[in-house]
């Protein structure tokens, strides 16, 4: 239970930060989500709440909790905005752009890092994971 409330308390600090910097920046760029996608995020964050504490390594937790304030970040901005979740953050080429939020950045963070620590945890149990139940 300890592990879950550490995540909750880490994903909410994250989206408290992607939504002060999506009230505080100006944005020319908003992307549009149906409620489907709002569904999607908030399955995926319970997901990560529920599952994630399991696994035994700090690292999983964090990236998870990380992931998850993203995702929370997007999924409060899809009710708070409505012309669509605010993307700040812009990066222009000379001919194509890209344009995002924080909430993205710590989403897609998050997922590297809770990923790449389970991948270890997997490597280093690989006799447990081997063994029949």
Avoid: C
């Avoid at 910097?21 to 399955?43: E, M, N, Q, V």
């Avoid at 929370?72 to 752009?97: E, H, I, K, M």
């Amino acid at each position: 239970m300890h592990r879950r409330l550490e995540l909750i308390a880490i994903a909410l600090v994250f989206a408290t930060i992607d939504l002060s910097y999506k009230l505080a920046t100006p944005a020319d760029y908003h992307h549009a989500r149906s409620r489907f996608a709002a569904l999607a995020i908030a399955g995926v964050v319970l997901g990560l709440i529920v599952f994630v504490p399991r696994v035994p390594s700090r690292a999983a937790v964090l990236g998870a909790a990380v992931a998850a304030g993203g995702a929370l970040g997007n999924l409060v901005s899809l009710f708070v905005w409505q012309q669509g979740v605010p993307d700040p953050l812009v990066l222009q080429g000379a001919t194509r752009g890209i344009a995002f939020n924080l909430a993205d950045v710590f989403a897609f963070t998050g997922d590297l890092l809770l990923l790449s620590a389970v991948l270890v945890h997997g490597v280093r149990q690989r006799e447990r994971l081997r063994q029949r139940a």
